[in-house]
């Protein structure tokens, strides 16, 4: 959705600046809100703040401008969309076969919460509002700094 916020638009940057860091000499890659994501079982194309994974791409078709095997997607919460990030949206995510973790970054507080598939299907929820904290994201190995995500951001 376009018109980000200051705090939506800084967050997105750190989480990218962040991970793409992480990702050198590694087999992955970090995309920002103009990659379309397509839920194959439902249909639905959407498009993440932030989407990741290690390993080969797979794309909807030759266009490349559709990912279908997103390992990590992460929203930054806003009063218009924190309902559907949380509900409907959360659960087509869900079918895609590939996600094993979704993370949600509050934009009006240090709260980040992860959403981790286990082995046996589950999801898990963990969650985080320290400066001190680090959050590690095991599908694609790498961490976050709660002190880093919110550098600069005003509340």
Not at 19 to 45: E, T
Not at 62 to 82: A, C, H, M
Request: hydrophobic share 35%.
């Amino acid at each position: 959705m376009a018109g980000a916020t200051r705090n939506h638009q800084v967050i997105c940057d750190n989480l990218i600046f962040s991970l793409k860091n992480q990702f050198k000499n590694k087999p992955c890659i970090a995309f920002g809100s103009d990659l379309r994501i397509k839920v194959n079982k439902s249909g639905l194309y959407t498009y993440p703040d932030i989407s990741a994974l290690c390993g080969k791409e797979l794309f909807d078709d030759e266009n490349k401008d559709t990912l279908t095997n997103p390992q990590l997607i992460i929203e930054v919460l806003s009063d218009s969309t924190e309902a559907y990030d949380r509900g409907k949206k959360f659960a087509l995510y869900r079918q895609i076969e590939s996600l094993k973790e979704y993370i949600l970054v509050s934009q009006s507080n240090k709260k980040i919460e992860k959403f981790e598939k286990n082995d046996t299907g589950f999801w898990t929820l963990s969650e985080t509002n320290s400066d001190n904290d680090i959050l590690y994201l095991s599908v694609i190995g790498c961490q976050l700094s709660v002190e880093d995500v919110y550098s600069n951001v005003e509340f």
